[in-house]
Nanobody, 131 residues
Framework: QLPLVESGGGSVTAGGSLRLSCAVS????????VAWFRQALGKEREGIAS????????YYAASMKGRVTISQDKAKNLVYLQIMSLKPEDTAMYFC????????????????????????WGQGTQVTVSS
C-alpha cells in the first residue's frame, strides 16, 4: 500500500464541486503537515492548502482561497480537500503530500513551506472541469 493515496477526482462541469481524499498510511500522521498541490499540464506544481495534523489549523494559498476547505479525519488518517465552484482553470492533477518529519503548527498552517519540504507524495487524482 502506498503511503499516500488520493481519490475523489473526476470530470465535472463548471460550478460543480468535488471532495478529494488523501489516505495516509505507514507514516507518522500526528504532528505532521499534509498539503494539497495541483499541477496542470505544462505548468508548475503549485500548493493549494495545508493542514497541521496536531490540530486543525490550516493554510490556504491565494489561488484557490475561498473555494477550498482542507480538513481531516484523524481517526481514519484522512485528509480532505473540498473544492467548490470549480472552474475550467482548475483542471489539473491534484496531489497530496506529507512532510518529511514532525512539523510545527506555525510552519504548516502559516504556509512556511516549500514543495521540497514534503517527502511523501501520492500519485495524484485527476480533476477535469468543463465549461
Amino acid at each position: 500500500q502506498l503511503p499516500l493515496v488520493e481519490s475523489g477526482g473526476g470530470s465535472v462541469t463548471a460550478g460543480g464541486s468535488l471532495r478529494l481524499s488523501c489516505a495516509v498510511s505507514g507514516l507518522r500522521y500526528s504532528d505532521n503537515c499534509v498539503a494539497w498541490f495541483r499541477q496542470a499540464l505544462g505548468k508548475e506544481r503549485e500548493g493549494i492548502a495545508s493542514i497541521w495534523t496536531g490540530g486543525d489549523s490550516t493554510y490556504y494559498a491565494a489561488s484557490m482561497k475561498g473555494r477550498v476547505t482542507i480538513s481531516q479525519d484523524k481517526a481514519k488518517n484522512l485528509v480532505y480537500l473540498q473544492i467548490m465552484s470549480l472552474k475550467p482553470e482548475d483542471t489539473a492533477m491534484y496531489f497530496c503530500a506529507a512532510h518529511r518529519g514532525v512539523a510545527t503548527e506555525k510552519y504548516c498552517s502559516g504556509g512556511y513551506w516549500a514543495e521540497a519540504d514534503f517527502g511523501y507524495w501520492g500519485q495524484g487524482t485527476q480533476v477535469t472541469v468543463s465549461s
